[in-house]
């Protein structure tokens, strides 16, 4: 008995306990592989193959099997029924998300039957940026959301995460785990583009020596800022100290 699918949804949201009550964890992406390890009426309990993420979904029909060929490099892909801008639907593939190949016509390919999306909206599958963050700003003013990981809403170690994942490079989920996978610790006077800061439960990465871009709850964002204020304002109004810096 198959017990590994394919999410093919825009993105399915991933709960702690099988319950929306017991809060998102993460979402799945379309084109995410996962593998069923209970099911229990209307939910499963899964683990997503990529970042050995485990929680709770409810029961849909997901795919068998999906061939990657590319992967959305916008912040969001418009889907179309037909190869034609006239002929959009309200579905939509996020950023990072894995899509096969059926056919392709002029500026579209079409990834499932009858679903099209431009070829101005994707990469091929081995495709990687030469700067593992420099996709990042086209989630700047996104909504943050705890456990989101889209245009809808995202949180600080999803923003961090989909990076890594855009360039098929392994990085776990949470911040806490991203601290341990991170080896070497940066001075404050040594930081340089791209270094990860962290506190308990945050992570921000420095885009130059002065400022940082993270999903910001206060702010309820994704926001660039100064990085010694910001320092202080989490110590100030959280009471929380920089646990490190790490360079990645």
């Given at each position: 008995?198959?017990?590994?699918?394919?999410?093919?949804?825009?993105?399915?949201?991933?709960?702690?306990?099988?319950?929306?009550?017991s809060g998102l964890t993460t979402q799945m992406l379309y084109g995410e592989k996962f593998k069923i390890?209970?099911?229990?009426?209307?939910?499963?309990?899964?683990?997503?193959?990529?970042?050995?993420?485990?929680?709770?979904?409810?029961?849909?029909?997901?795919?068998?099997?999906?061939?990657?060929?590319?992967?959305?490099?916008?912040?969001?892909?418009?889907?179309?029924?037909?190869?034609?801008?006239?002929?959009?639907?309200?579905?939509?593939?996020?950023?990072?998300?894995?899509i096969s190949h059926i056919s392709k016509s002029k500026s579209f390919i079409e990834f499932e039957k009858n679903k099209w999306i431009k070829i101005s909206d994707i990469k091929p599958i081995n495709y990687k940026t030469n700067n593992i963050f420099e996709k990042?700003?086209?989630?700047?003013?996104?909504?943050?959301?705890?456990g989101g990981k889209g245009y809808q809403g995202i949180d600080?170690?999803?923003?961090?995460?989909?990076?890594?994942?855009?360039?098929?490079?392994?990085?776990?989920?949470?911040?806490?785990?991203?601290?341990?996978?991170?080896?070497?610790?940066?001075?404050?006077?040594n930081v340089k583009k791209n270094d990860l800061f962290f506190w308990k439960g945050h992570v921000a990465i420095a885009i130059s020596r002065k400022n940082?871009?993270?999903a910001y709850g206060p702010f309820k964002k994704v926001i660039t800022m100064n990085i010694d204020k910001t320092i202080k304002r989490i110590k100030d109004t959280a009471n929380l100290k920089l646990i490190s810096i790490k360079r990645i």
């Amino acid at each position: 008995m198959q017990n590994s699918y394919y999410n093919n949804y825009t993105s399915i949201n991933v709960y702690k306990n099988n319950s929306v009550s017991s809060g998102l964890t993460t979402q799945m992406l379309y084109g995410e592989k996962f593998k069923i390890i209970k099911k229990n009426g209307d939910w499963w309990k899964i683990k997503l193959i990529e970042d050995k993420y485990i929680g709770f979904i409810k029961k849909k029909k997901f795919k068998k099997k999906i061939t990657y060929y590319y992967k959305v490099s916008s912040l969001k892909a418009n889907v179309y029924n037909a190869p034609s801008v006239k002929k959009k639907i309200k579905k939509k593939i996020l950023f990072s998300s894995k899509i096969s190949h059926i056919s392709k016509s002029k500026s579209f390919i079409e990834f499932e039957k009858n679903k099209w999306i431009k070829i101005s909206d994707i990469k091929p599958i081995n495709y990687k940026t030469n700067n593992i963050f420099e996709k990042i700003k086209i989630f700047k003013e996104t909504k943050y959301k705890w456990g989101g990981k889209g245009y809808q809403g995202i949180d600080c170690s999803a923003l961090v995460q989909l990076c890594f994942t855009f360039n098929n490079q392994y990085f776990p989920r949470d911040s806490k785990d991203q601290l341990k996978h991170l080896k070497k610790k940066i001075q404050r006077k040594n930081v340089k583009k791209n270094d990860l800061f962290f506190w308990k439960g945050h992570v921000a990465i420095a885009i130059s020596r002065k400022n940082l871009i993270h999903a910001y709850g206060p702010f309820k964002k994704v926001i660039t800022m100064n990085i010694d204020k910001t320092i202080k304002r989490i110590k100030d109004t959280a009471n929380l100290k920089l646990i490190s810096i790490k360079r990645i």
